[in-house]
């Protein structure tokens, strides 16, 4: 629609009419979009003459698309297909082969006596070596140990003393007594004080109240006792090598000997060192020992 020059113009487009109510806008269906109201002009504001011509709609700027980034496109981590082509979802399956036997618990350690602290009674007849054994033993211990040697104690006696040699009565029964409860007192103190301790002494079987049994109690039931007994040759031979009161005549060891003989049934460990030299004997004392730390024995 044309306008000639100079005509007024045409009143505006009422609500609800004109091409605007046909064609609704986008963000107000059916209806133009409302608009606050005008603000008056400023002072001295003339509005400009209105142009000549047929009214052409004033170009919209055109503006350009954004174009959008397109959506990362994330690629499947790649699937791992064994050999055997086995997969359950993407984890791949061993390979299938034999269930091998299950492992047996590995055995407990054999207790260590050279690293324990404990009582050694060793018991044998005069000539058995029990003193050399035990020296060697307890010097070569890897924690603190005592040798305690019951002639020696009973020779702490100087004036008075009752010599065994000169045969056994009650004068000598009562200074053995004595250095067994010395001997006694003196191994729980080292033990008290963690130092492990070794007695040697020639005790009988068939006098229980004055050998075994009173070393259990001077000592305590902890003690471990092994008799060292070799042949009569081989004893005959050692206390020969002896010298003085030490010494004894051989009808004396012979008898001492036969006396010992009844330790073997008797429950407690057994050494013939008769072809063993003293570092033998006392790697062989150490096994004795493991197993009496093991299965302590009844006696």
């Known amino acids: 629609m044309q306008h000639a020059v100079g005509s007024p113009l045409p009143p505006p487009h009422q609500p609800g009419q004109g091409p ?7 963000h107000q269906p059916g209806g133009t979009p409302r608009r606050g109201p005008v603000p008056p002009p400023p002072p001295g504001f003339t509005a400009p003459p209105p142009p000549s011509g047929p009214l052409r709609p004033a170009p919209q700027p ?12 994330h690629s499947p981590p790649p699937r791992h297909v064994p050999a055997s082509g086995d997969v359950t979802g993407q984890v791949p399956l061993p390979p299938g082969g034999p269930v091998g036997m299950p492992s047996a618990p590995p055995a407990p350690a054999a207790p260590d006596p050279t690293a324990t602290t404990l009582a050694v009674l060793l018991i044998g007849p005069a000539g058995a070596g029990k003193t050399s054994v035990a020296k060697f033993w307890a010097d070569h211990r890897r ?4 040798h305690i040697s019951l002639d020696d104690v009973r020779e702490w006696v100087r004036s008075g003393f009752a010599d065994p040699q000169s045969g056994w009565n009650d004068h000598s029964e009562a200074q053995y007594r004595l ?6 007192f003196a191994a729980r103190n080292f033990l008290a004080n963690g130092i492990s301790c070794i007695l040697d002494d020639a005790i009988f079987p068939d006098r229980p109240a004055v050998g075994l049994g009173g070393w259990k109690r001077h000592v305590g039931p902890g003690l471990l006792p092994v008799v060292l007994l070799p042949g009569l040759e081989v004893v005959l031979e050692r206390n020969a090598e002896r010298s003085g009161n030490r010494r004894l005549a051989d009808e004396e060891v012979a008898r001492i000997h036969g006396r010992m003989a009844g330790w073997y049934g008797s429950g407690l460990p057994i050494i013939d060192n008769s072809q063993f030299d003293v570092p033998t004997t006392a790697r062989i004392l150490d096994d004795v020992l493991a197993r009496a730390i093991a299965s302590p024995p009844s006696w």
């Open 179 to 184: 250095a067994r409860r010395t001997c006694g």
């Open 62 to 73: 055109s503006v350009a698309p954004v174009p959008h980034p397109p959506a990362p496109q």
């Open 143 to 146: 924690v603190p140990t005592a």
């Open 20 to 26: 605007a109510a046909q064609h609704p806008g986008p």
